[in-house]
């Protein structure tokens, strides 16, 4: 499995960009997908995850009522649309993808089975 996570980009302090996490090799219906971030000089954290079938989600508190996470398994895609950014939310993000539940990776703030290469997102003020 391999996926790539796009739409990163520079945005002032209230944009919104969306992220898409696009999978190949197999699909991914039935997996957790999930966003994490990883700002300078600090450890990945989790951001939010996503059921396959969409019916169960988790946000970290810190994005909760900004972020919006979803999927579309006919296309094999999630995508994290982020609405009144902040310049703390100035990371690389990375999407990963993981047979657990989704409160799972709330819990551990990690653990996902596959990772992609991250998505810069910078906030200016």
């Known amino acids: 499995v391999q996926l790539q996570a796009s739409g990163g980009g520079l945005v002032q302090a209230g944009g919104s960009l969306r992220l898409s996490c696009a999978a190949s090799g197999r699909t991914l219906s039935s997996n957790t997908i999930g966003w994490f971030r990883q700002a300078p000089g600090k450890e990945r954290e989790f951001v939010a995850t996503i059921s396959g079938s969409g019916g169960r989600i988790w946000y970290a508190d810190s994005v909760e009522g900004r972020f919006t996470i979803s999927r579309d398994n006919a296309k094999n895609t999630a995508y994290l649309q982020m609405n009144s950014l902040k310049p703390e939310d100035t990371a690389v993000y990375y999407c990963?993808?993981?047979?657990?539940?989704?409160?799972?990776?709330?819990?551990?703030?990690?653990?996902?089975?596959?990772w992609g290469k991250g998505t810069l997102v910078t906030v200016s003020s």
């Open positions: 990963g993808a993981g047979s657990r539940s989704p409160n799972y990776y709330y819990v551990t703030g990690d653990g996902m089975d596959y």
